[in-house]
């Protein structure tokens, strides 16, 4: 074979890919500007990590929708196929009913936590 990948490499190739995607946050890790009341935390807890959490979630829900469409409309002579497919469909749009839902929850509580602070 001409590229044969062992079990030291593959292990290599993972962290070479976790140091990747991790190295940009101590950028941000080394941020001496510390949050001064608890709605700027909040807010900032809300902005990098609850808001990215959705975003990704988002993403997935609407690829499993987009695989179910590709399912259903590939495999149009099969029933058990175009079932399928439709149930992912279906669920992606749950997942993508759910996201929303969720996005504007938090933001019903972030304007609640604002105006109870001022």
């Avoid at 030291?8 to 995607?21: M, Q, R, S, V």
């Avoid at 993508?96 to 609640?112: A, F, H, L």
Wanted: net charge neutral; hydrophobic share 55%.
């Amino acid at each position: 074979m001409l590229f044969s990948i062992g079990k030291k490499n593959t292990a290599l190739i993972w962290y070479g890919l976790l140091y990747f995607f991790l190295a940009p946050l101590t950028l941000f890790a080394q941020s001496t500007d510390l949050p001064k009341d608890a709605t700027e935390l909040l807010n900032r807890i809300s902005t990098f990590i609850i808001n990215p959490i959705i975003y990704l979630l988002f993403a997935a829900a609407f690829v499993i929708f987009v695989w179910g469409l590709v399912q259903f409309v590939a495999h149009l002579d099969n029933e058990e196929a175009r079932s399928t497919g439709g149930k992912h469909m279906i669920w992606g749009i749950i997942g993508m009913v759910i996201m929303v839902s969720v996005n504007g929850i938090i933001y019903i509580i972030q304007n609640t936590i604002l105006q109870l602070g001022s």
